[in-house]
């Protein structure tokens, strides 16, 4: 939905030759997105009803109005689309049904035969396509090992950052300036999920408070209850009393910026992502952030990132003790990466995904009137 909304509030559909835009998606989303002369709002009757009535309602019936609109192309950000419209450009924005060892830890469960449905019907639309947004060179080398060839044209255009999470790099205290009434205090937003290893960052951090380090966690985010378990279970072993680790829950978007000024220092421990988002609201953030060097995170974060093993504990805590026991490194670090978040913006991707569509439609019609 953030995706969206930024598209149609920072595009100018009309500077790329595109007329009209319709959007079909339920009534209550239309609240959040604004008039534009340009906008056509449709809520189709499915889409108040579950998951399964809306891709029936894809499937048979938005082929026939999109054409009956006048639609010259569909763009599916979803990444699943069972009509017969062409031209389609579509979009991955999920790395997990692509990577078998991360699907694997959910083991024989619904989640994970969502993941393959979703495997299968993405990788049937990328090959159908005519055009696939990726967001990272990752997931594109990643996706295209999986689905094959796809017919279409593909580009990578990343997601861009609110500039509400923008603030610049605070100055860097040693950690003798800190103590237990004053700790050093550290952030990982995330859904607490079976690949986003909090566990192992409790007790990463748990090794380095047993090394004398005055050193707090904060922990922020919804949860998948099966990885939740498994996160209160480690809080209760290296923390039972909540001295020092805190779990947050889900923290309003709008409000999530003001919680990482209150950070020093950021860690992402994801082993599977397309483009991680909250890496780019870590280093817009100004915070140093020790990171996960799995899936597309150097890519995103750069080669100034101090990076670790995920599923180890004794790397994460490696990584964090290599940033707060020097100043000097977290000052270079966060600089580094701060200006490397300037980079993504909602308004370049907006233009970028624009003209990529027009671009499409464009070739498509030529293609038919060749064709005639």
């Not at 899936?295 to 964090?320: C, K, S, T, W």
């Not at 000052?331 to 569509?357: D, G, I």
Request: charged share 20%; net charge positive; proline share 6%.
């Amino acid at each position: 939905m953030t995706h969206i909304l930024e598209l149609l509030g920072n595009g100018n559909p009309e500077l790329h030759g595109i007329s009209r835009v319709y959007i079909w998606a339920r009534a209550e989303a239309f609240a959040v997105i604004a008039d534009r002369p340009w906008l056509v709002k449709i809520a189709p009757n499915s889409a108040a009803l579950g998951l399964l009535r809306r891709s029936l309602w894809q499937g048979t019936k938005l082929s026939a109005v999109a054409r009956s609109v006048g639609c010259d192309l569909l763009f599916v950000p979803g990444g699943s689309f069972a009509g017969d419209f062409e031209p389609v450009v579509s979009m991955s924005q999920n790395m997990l049904p692509f990577e078998w060892e991360e699907l694997g830890r959910y083991g024989l469960s619904l989640k994970s035969l969502r993941l393959l449905a979703l495997r299968w019907s993405q990788s049937r639309t990328f090959r159908r396509s005519d055009g696939v947004i990726f967001l990272t060179y990752y997931a594109k080398d990643h996706v295209l090992a999986n689905t094959r060839a796809v017919r279409g044209q593909t580009r990578i255009i990343s997601h861009g950052l609110s500039a509400r999470f923008q603030c610049p790099p605070k100055v860097q205290h040693p950690i003798t300036q800190y103590d237990e009434a004053n700790p050093y205090r550290v952030l990982y937003v995330s859904i607490i999920d079976e690949y986003k290893h909090q566990w192992n960052v409790v007790e990463a951090i748990a090794s380095l408070r047993a090394a004398g380090m005055p050193i707090a966690l904060e922990l922020i985010g919804p949860a998948y209850a099966p990885a939740l378990s498994r996160l209160t279970r480690s809080m209760d072993r290296f923390d039972p009393k909540r001295n020092w680790v805190t779990y947050s829950g889900e923290v309003p978007f709008d409000q999530l910026h003001l919680r990482y000024t209150q950070a020093n220092l950021g860690v992402f421990a994801s082993s599977c992502e397309n483009q991680p988002i909250i890496l780019l609201e870590t280093m817009a953030a100004g915070l140093p952030i020790a990171c996960s060097n799995f899936g597309p995170m150097p890519e995103v974060l750069g080669g100034e990132g101090i990076y670790f093993n995920p599923e180890r504990p004794a790397d994460i805590a490696r990584a964090v003790r290599e940033l707060v026991e020097s100043p000097a490194l977290r000052a270079e670090a966060a600089a580094a990466s701060y200006a490397r978040s300037q980079e993504f913006t909602w308004q370049r991707c907006a233009n970028e995904t624009l003209a990529f569509l027009a671009r499409i439609a464009t070739q498509h019609k030529a293609s038919k009137c060749a064709a005639s």
